[in-house]
């Protein structure tokens, strides 16, 4: 059992990877564990204070180049 922290704390770091920029969401959601893009959504939220797609396009736009 992966706690939903650690789970949360990888899809963060992979929407911060611009080389997964492309990457969907969802596959990323699916890729930690979650089996559906509303389950990963509402749980990136809950922790992180802001939906996923969000977290990534502040974090891919303050990114160094």
Do not use: H, K
């Amino acid at each position: 059992y992966i706690s939903r922290a650690v789970t949360i704390a990888e899809a963060c770091r992979q929407l911060r990877d611009p080389a997964l920029a492309r990457t969907p969401i969802l596959t990323i959601a699916l890729s930690v564990g979650y089996g559906s893009a509303n389950t990963f959504n509402r749980g990136f939220r809950e922790i992180m204070g802001i939906a996923p797609s969000e977290y990534r396009a502040t974090a891919l736009s303050s990114a160094p180049e």
